[in-house]
């Protein structure tokens, strides 16, 4: 499988706080995969890191063969890497058409809005109405789809499940599972690893601003005590 992110020694710093000390990991593309671990652990701050939001950072990210380690956010995001934070961002004064038509398209291949519609029929149901008005649930899904529809071709999802009813966790796993298909590549940061383990095909643990482990997807049930150690669950 041809590489599309290769993170190497990267240390990244909030001030004088020390917080990734030489993160190592590749995703492939077509793939999905998770950085799991416990809070404080660096996965966020990871995620950050290979937009450019945290100013001061050392090591190297490669994304589809072009070191981004100096590039600004804009950038980054130009080359194809869509990111959902966890507090996801929707515009309160926007409605939901406006939302996702928001964001310029960078590249061919991102969702059409008929093809976002498809995946989300809430989304098409509450086309106008505001962003205050849509539940968590749909503004994750408003916040994934905002991204789909730009043609980036690397997702990065924070905690896309976090507080979320478990009809709507199952509907965000068809549609990670969907988007698979479709040769989107994901990168997700997950507490649940009963959710991470419908979803994706290898597992990187983080403890203490470090890899510590990986896990293939086949390999998870044989690794379940392994893993409730990792992560105190």
Known sequence: MREMLAVSGLN????????????????????VVTLLGRNGAGKTTTMKSI??????????????GTETIGLRPDRIARLGI???????????S??????????????????????????????????RSPGTKLSGGEQQMLAIARILRTGARLLLLDEPTEGL???IVQQIGRTIRE?????????????????????????????????IDMIANADLAASTDRLHAYLGV
């Open 165 to 167: 009813a478990p009809v």
């Open 82 to 92: 869509g990111f959902c934070p966890e507090e996801r961002g929707i515009f309160a």
């Open 12 to 31: 990244a710093w909030y001030g004088e706080s020390h917080i990734l000390h030489g993160v190592d990991f590749r995703i492939d593309e077509g793939e």
């Open 179 to 211: 988007i698979k298909k479709r040769g989107f590549t994901v990168l997700l940061v997950e507490q649940n690893f009963q959710f991470a383990a419908t979803v994706a095909d290898r597992h990187y643990v983080m403890e203490h601003g470090r890899i």
């Open 94 to 127: 926007l409605d939901v058409t406006e939302n996702l038509m928001l964001p310029p398209v960078i590249a061919p291949g991102g969702l059409s809005i008929d093809e976002i519609h498809e995946l989300f029929p809430n989304l098409k149901e509450r086309a």
């Open 51 to 64: 937009m450019g939001l945290v100013p001061r950072r050392a090591g190297s990210i490669r994304f589809s």
